[in-house]
């Protein structure tokens, strides 16, 4: 949409087969490589602040929060890992969800995304605050109407219907 790169940290963070991550010092020397080709801009997806937040968010223009509520991401993670296992799809070139990973593994998704809500959002919102302080701004939606706004602002030029968060 932005016509720059997308820079997927899980697709860098689960690059080895059989959802092997790769050590954290290997992730970060890969992403700075990826930020510092990106010379005329990137967009990243994903949190990995405990990793990489000290080697992504100082070079951030924005930072946007999709502060969507759990009634909302819940039931949307639990359809794309479902959706990801009927169709066996391949994640990041080597990965593929299964069942014993999504119900059975103390590592599944699914039962982080219940177990961590909580904790994720709060140290969100604290590394957030950081962004703010070193002068970028934080655009935070919370509804995927905001979200809709928000995007279709990008598409004109105009960032419509966000929050600048305090």
């Known amino acids: 949409m932005l016509g720059v790169p997308?820079?997927?940290?899980?697709?860098?963070?689960?690059?080895?087969?059989?959802?092997?991550d790769i050590p954290v010092e290997?992730?970060?020397?890969?992403?700075?490589?990826?930020?510092?080709?990106?010379?005329?801009?990137?967009?990243?997806?994903?949190?990995?602040h405990s990793m990489v937040g000290d080697v992504l968010l100082p070079r951030a223009e924005l930072a946007l929060w999709l502060r969507l509520p759990f009634r909302v991401v819940y039931p949307r993670l639990?359809?794309?890992?479902?959706?990801r296992m009927a169709t066996n799809e391949v994640l990041w070139g080597v990965n593929r969800e299964s069942f014993r990973k999504g119900f059975l593994s103390r590592e599944s998704i699914l039962l982080w995304g219940i177990t961590n809500w909580r904790r994720h959002r709060q140290t969100t919102r604290a590394q957030l605050r950081a962004v703010k302080a070193a002068g970028a701004p934080v655009v935070v939606l919370k509804s995927p109407d905001e979200v809709a706004r928000w995007r279709g602002g990008m598409l004109t030029g105009e960032a419509a219907g966000a929050r600048r968060s305090s």
């Open 6 to 20: 997308l820079i997927e940290l899980d697709a860098i963070f689960h690059s080895r087969p059989d959802w092997n």
């Open 78 to 83: 639990v359809r794309r890992t479902l959706r």
């Open 26 to 48: 290997e992730f970060r020397e890969r992403l700075g490589r990826a930020l510092d080709e990106a010379v005329d801009g990137w967009v990243a997806d994903g949190n990995y």
